[in-house]
């Protein structure tokens, strides 16, 4: 990135930057600029180690006579939504694999599907027919789709 295209609607933007020499990814979070340079600060998306100390964000900067600095090796990445989209048709009524899969209350801690895919952390199921869901998760959507393929028939699952 250039000196001249940072400008604060960059910041909430989804980034790869340079730090010890790896390209990371983060958020960028604040932009600064003084006589000499420009500056992006960058929160990682996990922390990283260098020697014994954990950093959680790093400052991209550049300078603005001649674009030396860390900043020329900072790209913007494509704003993907942070969950999954999972549409499932079930060979078979919701109601019935409720009334199936469910029946022993005890085993599965819940009584229906929706109440069992709804107990995975940051994933909701909603039903829109008598067959069909759409389930959505920032993550453990690998985990929910392995336990829908062992314990339901499945007509069709598209994952986006």
């Given amino acids: 990135m250039k000196t001249t295209e940072v400008n604060k609607e960059l910041i ?5 930057c340079i730090f010890t ?21 960058v929160r990682f998306d996990h922390p990283h180690q ?11 900067w550049g300078r ?31 109601s019935r694999i409720d009334r199936s899969v469910f029946e022993d209350v005890e085993t599965w801690g819940v009584c229906s599907l929706q109440g069992w895919v709804n ?3 940051s994933v909701r199921f909603v039903a829109i027919d008598d067959h ?13 789709k392995v336990w829908l393929e062992k314990y339901t ?7 986006s």
């Fill in 153 to 159: 028939s499945i007509k069709s699952l598209k994952t």
């Fill in 21 to 41: 020499g790896l390209m990371v990814t983060g958020v960028i979070e604040d932009t600064e600029e003084n006589e000499h340079t420009i500056e992006v600060k």
């Fill in 50 to 60: 260098w020697g014994d100390d954990l950093y959680n964000d790093v400052w991209a």
């Fill in 119 to 121: 107990s995975y952390e």
């Fill in 12 to 16: 909430g933007r989804r980034c790869e």
């Fill in 64 to 94: 603005k006579t001649d674009e030396f600095g860390t900043l020329h090796h900072l790209q913007l990445l494509e704003d993907k939504p942070d969950f999954q989209i999972m549409t499932v048709v079930f060979g078979e009524p919701i």
């Fill in 132 to 144: 069909t869901a759409i389930i959505t998760g920032e993550y453990n959507m690998e985990q929910v």
